[in-house]
């Protein structure tokens, strides 16, 4: 193990770019394959594939310098950097490879040890969770529940069912709070911020919080030492702020274990001003090489929006005109029905009447359990592209999820806000959209992916080896050697604050625009007919949008269709809404793949165009 950690090490020393070589990302590629190696054998490791690594350096090189400080860095004290990583990975925002597995034995002795620690404590928390636990069968307990590891979590029925003033008590862990993981909580919302800024926000954050602790308790010390480490000195020679050392090391750990994508942040680099006004001056040069009425139109109204209010978060900063926008809005009606006809014809007019008859008898005959090859090219014409017979079997398959999630008691509603995203996602979101695509053609060439798999078209956009997104389900197709990612969807949970919702909204329509230049990189599909698909489940809601390519080469986003998820039994016309979205979205689907699967591939790579969604400057 250690020979093959010590490779790992050298060959992420040697590779990687300088500005991503620190203590923490060091540590970091011990621990993400063997997460409980004990320290000392951690730091053996380190010292031994640093001082091989240096070895191949030129003496007083850059890089050769920086392994050195690695290698001279205090082990005599409480080391920032490895305490930073660890408490990184204990809140979660550092991921790792590997669990190691217990044996029932060891399950059965770490109950015993919890208990022991609970009952020691008179505490009224303590003496709550010590009669909890006294009541779970230890058999039915694995290496992966937390419990098993004398951990007990926050989504645990433990906790959940604790009275709240206990809850309250119980949410935080004074283990977890690190300078690191107190930087983490910032720039996991704002990457981008400035050192000084975030230092500030910081202090403040902390000091407030420490005064609602007593004085000289552990937490109050934790936060204390926390407030010193951020503390800086002025020069007296120049008034400028110096800044701590140990402020520093948990900056750069953080920052380092985000540039290689260990650490997961919500926000990506902004566009820079530049960047936007070169994306308008853009968009409007290929406005104005149409003579449509239609596009004409655009470019006028766009020559009056002020740039300098564009931000990163708006379409149009990224050459994208969305239909709930002002410009598109305040269009004359016949323009407006103009720009909408492409969307327009993705929703045929009615449903079938056999599947009114099917989701009506499904409602009326519903009975709760006890508890115990596409040869041909299609394009949208509003017309449904399967038979009715195909169209009911589909919604058979669906209605036949909903029959689960309405059996479902953790969506009773005295339990339903409660589920975390991935109970909602794995027990509703999923089958449904599962239950839709199922049967499609080109078989084995497609799938659904469900477990946060790194999108290509986004890491192809970030380039220089970066991690792209991974959205939470994604539907891709295969033709020849390129995988191409036809639906991207971002989900909550129940409950959706206004904020995620926001933010979701915002990184759906940016990977629906990374999946079109991703796909007309090596093939040109049909515009104004080719779609990418984006899905956003917010709380009940359930929307349905697609970005399209027009002839003028212009990347509209549209907001297709919505519905409310039904996790209770609901009235037929509630369940018509449901079942229509769905069955547009595979009928969408339908389409893309016809016009993927027909097109040409090139026999040459030619010169392809960046994404408008990336500041090229950087």
Sequence with gaps: ??????????????????????????????????????????????????????????????????????????????????????????????????????????IEKNIKALKGKLKKNPAQLHQYLFSSINKVSISELTWEDPLASQVISDDSNLVLNLPIQLRDSFMVKEDHITAGSVI??????????????????????????????????????????????????ISLLTGEILGSVEFEISYKTVRSLHIIGAVKTNEERPLSSGQIEKNIKALKGKLKKNPAQLHQYLFSSINKVSISELTWEDPLASQVISDDSNLVLSLPIQLRDSFMKPVRQMVPPFLPPI????????????????????????????????SNEELAEVASRILGTLNDTW?????????????????YVNNVILPAIRATLKCLPLGKSTFVSSSERQSSASADRKGNG????????????KRGEKNYELLYAKCSRLTCT???????????????????????????????????????????????????????????????????????????????????????????????????????????VRLVEDSSTIDSDN
């Design 1 to 106: 193990m250690s020979t093959d950690l010590q490779t790992k090490i050298y060959n992420f020393l040697i590779n990687a770019e300088e500005d991503h070589i620190t203590a923490g990302s060091v540590i970091y590629q011990v621990i993400e394959d063997n997460t409980w190696l004990e320290k000392n054998e951690l730091r053996g490791i380190i010292e031994q594939a640093v001082s091989f690594a240096n070895n191949q350096n030129i003496r007083g090189s850059s890089r050769h310098t920086t392994l050195l400080e690695i290698l001279l860095e205090p082990t005599h004290r409480r080391n920032p950097r490895q305490c930073g990583v660890r408490s990184l990975h204990i809140i979660g925002a550092v991921k790792t490879n590997e669990e190691r597995p217990l044996s029932s034995g060891q």
């Design 498 to 604: 206004t904020r995620k919702e926001k933010n979701d909204g915002v990184k759906l329509w940016r990977e629906t625009n990374d999946g079109m230049y991703w796909t007309r990189k090596s093939c040109k599909p049909d515009k104004d007919e080719f779609s990418i698909i984006g899905m956003q489940v917010a709380g009940k809601k359930l929307r349905l949008s697609v970005l399209i390519r027009d002839m003028s080469e212009v990347h509209r986003y549209y907001h297709l269709h919505e519905s409310e998820i039904l996790i209770q039994q609901s009235p037929p016309s509630v369940v018509t809404k449901f079942i229509e979205t769905l069955l547009i979205l595979r009928n969408v689907l339908i389409v893309n793949m016809s016009l993927l699967h027909n097109v040409s591939l090139p026999k040459s």
């Design 184 to 233: 983490y909580q910032v720039i996991e919302d704002n990457t981008w911020l400035e050192k000084n800024e975030l230092r500030g926000i910081i202090e403040q954050a902390v000091s407030f919080a420490n005064n609602q602790n007593i004085r000289g308790s552990s937490r109050h010390t934790t936060l204390l030492e926390i407030l010193l480490e951020f503390k800086y000195p």
């Design 355 to 386: 599947i009114q008859e099917k989701y009506n008898k499904f409602v009326e005959n519903f009975i709760g359990r006890d508890i115990d090859s596409l040869s041909r090219k299609l394009v949208h014409n509003e017309k449904w592209k399967e």
């Design 466 to 477: 970066r991690l792209g997104r991974r959205p939470d389900i994604m539907f891709v197709m």
């Design 407 to 423: 059996n479902n008691q953790a969506f009773d509603p005295e339990f339903a806000k409660l589920q975390s995203e991935g109970t």
